[in-house]
């Protein structure tokens, strides 16, 4: 059974970056790929980035284009999602998540993600 954790949350200034790591186990990381998500208070799970078990990412939330990038390392079993300029609206918990694609180059994001991990606690203040 695959397992995901989310680390790397925690308070950050409006403008600030933070890193997120996402550590799989008990799955063939370099056939899944890994999204994205968060979820703010009061508001629905929201799909961010995905990147794709050959490094495609693809963005699914304008408004951190620019500003968040993700990437992976399959050697660690780990996918990063970087987050610069950050603003009080990113402020949510970010969860990630493994779809597997028999090693595709494409991913995407969906409520039927395969493996999700518990997310971490990101809060940026103005």
């Known amino acids: 059974e695959g397992q995901l954790v989310e680390s790397g949350g925690g308070l950050a200034q409006a403008g600030g970056s933070l890193r997120l790591s996402c550590v799989a186990s008990g799955l063939t990381f370099d056939e899944y790929a890994i999204g994205w998500f968060r979820q703010a208070p009061g508001k629905e799970r929201e799909g961010v980035l995905c990147i794709s078990a050959s490094d495609d990412s693809t963005y699914f939330l304008d408004s951190v284009k620019g500003r968040f990038t993700v990437s992976r390392d399959n050697a660690k079993n780990t996918v990063y999602l970087q987050m610069n300029s950050l603003k009080p609206e990113d402020t949510a918990v970010y969860y990630c998540?493994?779809?597997?694609?028999?090693?595709?180059?494409?991913?995407?994001?969906?409520?039927?993600?395969?493996?999700w991990g518990k997310g971490t606690l990101v809060t940026v203040s103005s």
């Open positions: 998540a493994a779809l597997w694609t028999f090693g595709n180059s494409w991913c995407t994001l969906s409520r039927g993600m395969d493996f």
